[in-house]
């Protein structure tokens, strides 16, 4: 098989020298500074986007407060329709959002499909429902009346403002999608800070929006380290941000946002997600449990599992079937719809990869496959099994968010749940058993934000997302995103 051809709109998308999108349309930075974008897959500079400077954060926040204005008082109906259009639109450029996605982070094709497009317009479409389904509560308040006057009372759901949606580079399009749905259903504006790494895609989608009807400067986008993302999030004309990266940055990024005078913040990090698996599940299973928790986009996923904690009875036979089933992967370029496994989205990522590598060795620990990074002008890494020597090992605490699955063996139930909740982290974790009476039993010992039995890594836009302990705070998806993106405001009447 061979890679497929991009698309002529692919090719001359790519070979723009890409402004800011401010207000609606594309506004030349005032700084001069530009950011390279590389493909993973070849190391190869693909395009040229800007680097906002802190007077195109002032013009973003400006065009974000006046859409902010005419947006928050269109009618919900109107709201949900756009979002729907949008979902339509994204549908109908699949292939060549598709392409894009692939080209700036590696992603392999058929993901940048199914999820980056399909499951973003799936999303889209979810949250274009709760535009009409935003309400308050009516209230009968307790208060002693002395001359027989009465009171009502009732809440409003109104929008917080203007939103900051921070995006990391492993979902750029799906995590912004997730922002700029949340943000517009409920009437707020939205300002999105893609990663410097995957900043193309959602560029396009913001030129789509317009298409599907979105007034200007309801949705910008600005380009740019992290320095941008910090100075919108201090600039007083912001009202909360939506942040979704690694924890060091989330906790800089609340500190930012307590110190600009409470802006409101939701908090999605990272995680040292934990798959368990009963000794009832057979190897087979096992395995396929194991590729799909683990080994899905490289491991390049929050809620990606990287510690794995398997009976001690099937440790063998599982790490043997696993080693097998990772040395037959095809293992080449994400254009190439025979490829089965790309490379990781950057180079610093790779050699921090390799860092990790170098890490297990030093502790002794067992690499049972993989182990290295791939020679060549891409970022490749081989898919990786690592036995560790004791539950303090350094691959069982620290996110490597990578093709890296680490085993433990346990022995009893009882060490297995102690083992699963020994981080400081939360996102999520999964239970693998037959048994599912046993399974519920163990699920509310668990401490994560998401617990799957039999399952891992797949979200569902009717189910809430988000980490406990040090993965977060607050949570997106299903009806939870409304606290976070509206104020509730009371109103009491005395009659
Ligand atoms: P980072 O935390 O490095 O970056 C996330 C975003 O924050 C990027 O857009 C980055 O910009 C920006 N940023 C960096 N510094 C600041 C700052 N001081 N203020 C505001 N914004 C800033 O994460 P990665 O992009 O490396 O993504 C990987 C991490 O994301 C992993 O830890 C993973 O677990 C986590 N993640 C969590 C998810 C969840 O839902 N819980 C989902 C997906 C990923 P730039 O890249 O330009 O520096």
């Given at each position: 098989m061979s890679d497929i051809a991009l698309l002529p709109q692919v090719e001359a998308f790519l070979a723009r020298h890409h402004a800011l999108f401010i207000d609606g349309r594309y506004v030349q930075s005032q700084g001069a500074q530009t950011l390279d974008v590389v493909n993973p897959a070849t190391g190869q500079v693909i395009s040229q986007v800007s680097e906002a400077s802190p007077g195109d954060i002032d013009a973003a926040v400006e065009s974000a407060r006046r859409g902010f204005k005419q947006w928050s008082a269109a009618a919900p109906a109107v709201r949900g329709h756009v979002l729907l259009k949008l979902a339509d639109l994204l549908e109908r450029h699949r292939e060549e959002l598709a392409q894009i996605e692939t080209c700036q982070s590696g992603k392999i094709i058929q993901i940048s499909r199914a999820f980056e497009v399909d499951q973003a317009a799936h999303f889209l479409r979810y949250y274009a429902g709760w535009a009409t389904k935003i309400s308050g509560q009516t209230i009968t308040p307790s208060l002693p009346s002395f001359a027989g006057e009465r009171y009502t009372a009732f809440t409003l759901r109104e929008p917080v403002g203007v939103v900051v949606g921070i995006v990391p580079w492993n979902f750029s399009t799906m995590i912004a999608i997730w922002k700029l749905a949340s943000a517009l259903v409920t009437g707020c504006s939205i300002i999105i800070k893609p990663s410097e790494f995957t900043p193309l895609t959602i560029l396009r989608i913001a030129e789509l929006a317009m298409d599907a009807g979105l007034p200007p400067g309801a949705l910008n986008v600005l380009t740019g380290g992290g320095q941008v993302g910090k100075g919108l999030i201090e600039h007083p004309g912001t009202n909360k941000v939506s942040f979704t990266g690694s924890v060091p940055t989330g906790l800089a990024v609340g500190q930012s946002a307590m110190g600009a005078g409470l802006t409101r913040a939701t908090l999605e990090l990272g995680g040292k997600n934990a798959a368990g698996f009963l000794p009832d599940v057979a190897a087979d299973v096992a395995v396929n449990g194991i590729i799909e928790a683990g080994f899905l986009h490289s491991g390049q996923i929050c809620a990606a599992a990287e510690r794995f904690f398997v009976h001690r009875s099937q440790l063998e036979p599982i790490m043997d079937k696993l080693a097998q089933r990772l040395s037959k992967l095809n293992i080449g370029s994400p254009l190439d719809e025979a490829t089965e496994f790309g490379p990781v989205t950057n180079r610093q990522h790779q050699r921090k990869l390799g860092e990790f590598f170098a890490k297990a060795r030093a502790q002794d620990n067992t690499i049972i496959h993989g182990g290295k990074l791939i020679d060549g002008p891409g970022c490749y890494v081989e898919p990786t099994i690592i036995l560790a020597n004791s539950r303090n090992d350094t691959l069982l605490h620290e996110e490597t968010f990578g093709p890296i699955a680490t085993f433990l063996p346990y022995d009893s139930e009882e060490e297995l749940l102690e083992l699963m909740n020994d981080?400081?982290?939360?996102?999520s974790a999964s239970l693998w058993t037959n048994d599912l009476g046993k399974a519920l039993r163990m699920v509310p010992a668990i401490e994560a934000g998401t617990v799957w039995v039999n399952m891992h890594t797949l979200l569902d836009p009717a189910v809430p997302f988000g980490g406990s302990k040090s993965s977060g705070m607050g949570r997106e998806f299903g009806s939870a995103f409304i606290d976070d993106y509206t104020e509730l405001k009371s109103v009491m009447i005395r009659y």
């Open positions: 981080t400081p982290f939360g996102l």
